[in-house]
């Protein structure tokens, strides 16, 4: 599968933005799916995961509350909703796809075997 990352731009605190992953090749919907984030100078980190059919997501405790992933996979999209935003979520934001055969959610990067792009996300105080 091949994923493109979209969505991300520059935003006030407190605004809004909505991330999409696009996703093309085999079906989506034997992935499960994660959003990362990269600050600068720092180590890319777990930000959200949503099982193959939506049923389960789990969510970094820095974004929980904030930040909301779904997905369609009759679009073959994923997406991040991200309200509230603060200046330390400031990052390139990656999508990641894990083929699972159990289909269980993973927050480790190192299990994605897929990954976007990037998009890049600024926050201004």
């Known amino acids: 599968v091949q994923l493109q990352a979209s969505g991300g731009g520059l935003v006030q605190t407190g605004g809004s933005l909505r991330l999409s992953c696009a996703a093309s090749g085999r079906s989506f919907s034997y992935y499960t799916v994660g959003w990362f984030r990269q600050a600068p100078g720092k180590e890319r980190e777990f930000v959200a995961t949503i099982s193959r059919v939506g049923r389960v997501t789990s969510y970094a405790d820095s974004v929980k509350g904030r930040f909301t992933i779904s997905r369609d996979n009759a679009k073959n999209t994923a997406w991040l909703q991200m309200n509230s935003l603060k200046p330390e979520d400031t990052a390139v934001y990656y999508c990641?796809?894990?083929?699972?055969?159990?289909?269980?959610?993973?927050?480790?990067?190192?299990?994605?075997?897929?990954w976007g792009q990037g998009t890049l996300v600024t926050v201004s105080s």
């Open positions: 990641a796809a894990r083929n699972s055969v159990t289909g269980e959610i993973d927050r480790r990067a190192m299990n994605y075997g897929h």
